[in-house]
């Protein structure tokens, strides 16, 4: 009786198998987010009776695609049409019946009384598939297990509203994931979540299954995580999409998120992130109406008038719980001193734990004071770049960033040997960010990446639409947890396997809810990506495929131990930040450099940005609060506290002077080069418009900066092709440019001696 049923159900799914063969050379590269089509083969449907278009499959680029197309596509399609023919039937029940177990078969589907499906045999076979609810509110059966060798089964789908099993474990040693059920639609209430794809659990080679789509309806369901490939083999699932919301009503809640793709094998690539889903009504913060817009254009940002924008600005964090810059005292004379500076721009800090004190749980008030602060910025001209900022993972851990429930360590010891020693040396440390990488879940059922993600949806929403939110800077200086030394000593595999595709499910989140504000990805860490920028390697990272992403870097050098080359070493950062930049055609910030006070480094840092036209951003604006630093805080500031004002002894003059030399602000053309030495400034710029869309018309402005800190006695303006449109010795120089002039040099010089005491640039 058991071995009849068992033939029945093999015989069912001859044809399923048979179509999936089809596709499976269907593969990825290790940076593409296409899901390798073999992975769905136990939910590929029936083969169609007419004969589709040719399609030229795409060849695997990884050794793990490799593996399926040359080794196991063959044997487990010969392994099923054994298991699925009359004598292979029959010789299978004998075995089993001499074994007493259920050594070779398929497991059967699942039904209403039993919704799972059953494991396939235990050294042959694929799983059944789990049972398709029909019941409002019941969810689909899991898919069963994989023998040794075999694909796990199809989670069922979900009655409406309910979520979709999960899909079944492939083969021990090599197998795929069964694909999640899907979650079930509920138009006028919640709509089912996707189940999540099976893991390609071999111990040589697995892929994981495709996560489930979630279901439509008012609030649309969450879209199922893909399984994780196997360790070395491995492929991870794709993450199923999300549902659609507004169906059968109106709803107020964020759009539903696609799942998360599931993680790779050493010698395999990661599943893609879903789709998130659509219909959500949103409420958008006030447009920062004092500024314009910015947005990449090509490797230039560019405001809404076309003009090429350069920034100039500081970092603000507060490390410090509640984490809001205006409870270390930053605040509207902070502004004011930024602004009557010269500065534009404020990298400003959030921390997660600020964000999400519990899982799913956020603090609008937390965010509404930092939302404050920006449109404080804003009314004084000020940019700010959101970053989700973090430093040695945690505050249990001895530093900022994630939660407690989000930080995971197994129970390992805490070496708190410091910054930045402690990411070297402590094991909590390290479980802490693995668990991160590996998405493991949280209290409320979703990965660690998965809140992560969701906090950042909720962050975008709050910001969309407001012009002085230049962009989001996804992740303050991600390190890679125990792969810390390859990805030090030049391996690619952190940063294409783990961090990219963080990169592209937080993207996701965000483009959910703002579809504009810019993208700041940073590579890894410093203290592991600076040995190969040292060493002339280039910057390890994958392609964020969305129009508006900036690259973010940090440049610095190591204090008095690099002194004597520090120019050298903060050339050779830049220039490889810059090199990646060129070859995916997006701006690039230097966002962090300084953390010191020595003019002969500040120079270094600032100049080698300078000489590539990028923007920066000083770390820091104040070292109060900063726990986490690996210089002395007063040298770091450019404000020693911010609870007095930034005035006389509380301003770090020194460093200032060295900061706020004159720099175009906003550029009615393209520009070339600009540099300050001796107290000079040189700038010349073409009237060209950087989109390629022609020319600016004569008589466009062009902003400099140029602060009355930095010329005391005041200055000289000698314009080639253009005129001076502005009062003499205004802070922010005005030129126009000439009707016949296609490139346009200004030449400012100061009525005295460089105050600064240095060449600079």
């Known amino acids: 009786m058991l071995a009849a049923a068992r033939r029945e159900s093999t015989h069912s799914r001859s044809k399923t198998n048979s179509a999936a063969a089809v596709n499976t050379t269907s593969l990825v590269s290790a940076t593409s987010t296409t899901q390798p089509t073999a992975a769905a083969s136990p939910t590929a449907t029936v083969a169609p009776t007419t004969t589709p278009a040719a399609v030229v499959p795409k060849l695997p680029s990884n050794p793990a695609g490799w593996f399926q197309v040359l080794v196991y596509n063959p044997l487990h399609t010969g392994v099923h049409l054994w298991i699925t023919s009359p004598l292979g039937a029959g010789v299978d029940a004998a075995i089993n019946r001499l074994a007493g177990t259920y050594v070779i078969g398929n497991g059967t589907r699942g039904t209403e009384a039993a919704p799972n499906g059953t494991a396939g045999g235990w050294l042959l076979g694929d799983g059944g598939a789990g049972w398709n609810s029909t019941a409002p509110g019941v969810r689909g059966g899991n898919g069963g297990a994989a023998g040794l060798l075999g694909d796990g089964g199809i989670g069922g789908n979900g009655g409406a509203g309910a979520a979709g099993g999960l899909g079944g474990s492939g083969g021990k040693l090599m197998g795929i994931g069964g694909n999640g059920g899907a979650g079930g639609t509920s138009p006028g209430g919640t709509g089912g979540a996707g189940g999540q794809g099976g893991r390609g659990s071999g111990l040589l080679f697995g892929i994981g299954g495709k996560g489930g789509n979630g279901g439509a309806g008012l609030d649309g369901g969450r879209g199922g995580n893909g399984g994780n490939g196997a360790f070395i083999l491995g492929i991870g699932g794709n993450g199923g999409d999300a549902g659609n919301s507004g169906v059968g009503g109106t709803t107020t809640k964020l759009p539903a998120l696609g799942g998360a793709g599931g993680t790779a094998g050493l010698l395999g690539n990661h599943g893609a992130v879903g789709k998130y889903g659509t219909g959500s009504s949103l409420v958008q913060s006030p447009s920062g109406s004092s500024v314009l817009s910015i947005t990449a254009n090509g490797m230039y940002l560019t405001n809404s008038d076309g003009q090429v924008v350069l920034l100039h600005g500081v970092n603000e964090v507060y490390k410090l719980a509640p984490y809001e810059p205006s409870a270390s005292g930053f605040d509207e004379a902070d502004a004011e001193f930024l602004a009557a500076n010269g500065f534009n721009v404020v990298r400003l800090g959030v921390i997660w734990a600020g964000v999400e004190p519990t899982p799913g749980e956020y603090n609008a008030a937390y965010i509404a004071s930092i939302q404050q602060t920006v449109n404080m910025l804003a009314a004084h001209g000020i940019y700010t770049i959101i970053d989700m900022h973090q430093d040695l993972y945690s505050a249990s851990l001895g530093g900022e960033g994630a939660p407690e429930w989000a930080t995971k360590t197994g129970g390992l010891p805490n070496v708190n040997a410091g910054f930045p020693a402690s990411y070297y040396l402590s094991p909590a440390q390290t479980a802490a960010w693995d668990n991160f990488w590996n998405n493991s879940q949280a209290s409320n059922g979703l990965g660690l990446q998965d809140n992560y993600a969701a906090a950042w949806q909720y962050i975008a929403a709050t910001f969309a639409g407001n012009n002085a939110v230049i962009g989001f800077d996804i992740m303050n200086e991600p390190f890679p947890g125990t792969s810390w030394l390859p990805t030090l000593l030049g391996s690619p595999f952190f940063a294409y396997q783990e961090l990219t595709p963080m990169y592209r499910q937080v993207a996701s989140a965000i483009r959910s809810v703002d579809p504009n504000a810019a993208l700041l990805v940073e590579p890894a860490n410093p203290a592991v990506s600076e040995v190969g920028a040292i060493l002339g390697l280039p910057l390890q990272l994958g392609t964020i495929d969305d129009p508006n992403v900036i690259l973010a870097f940090h440049d610095y050098c190591a204090g008095s131990a690099t002194a004597s080359f520090c ?195």
């Open 567 to 761: 120019g050298w070493l903060a050339s050779q950062q830049a220039n490889t930040a810059q090199a990646y930049a060129k070859a995916h055609q997006i701006p690039v910030i230097m966002n962090e450099f300084g953390a010191s006070n020595a003019k002969s480094d500040l120079y270094a840092e600032m100049n080698a940005a300078n000489a590539n036209l990028m923007s920066w951003a000083v770390w820091a604006y104040t070292g109060y609060g900063d726990i986490t630093t690996s210089g002395n805080t007063d040298g770091e500031s450019l404000v020693y506290n911010p609870q007095l004002p930034p005035t006389g002894s509380n301003v770090n003059t020194s460093s200032l002077q060295v900061l706020t030399t004159p720099f175009p602000q906003a550029i009615s053309g393209t520009p070339i080069a600009f540099s300050n030495a001796n107290g000079t400034f040189d700038f010349s710029y073409s009237t060209a418009k950087a989109d390629g869309s022609g020319s600016f018309a004569p008589g466009s402005q062009t902003m400099i900066s140029v602060p009355a800190i930095a010329y005391p006695n005041g200055y000289s303006v000698s314009v080639t092709g253009g005129q001076v449109a502005s009062a003499a010795n205004a802070p922010v120089l005005v030129v126009t440019s000439d009707s016949a002039a296609g490139v346009i040099r200004v030449v400012v010089t100061p009525n005295g001696p460089d105050p600064s005491g240095s060449a600079g640039s």
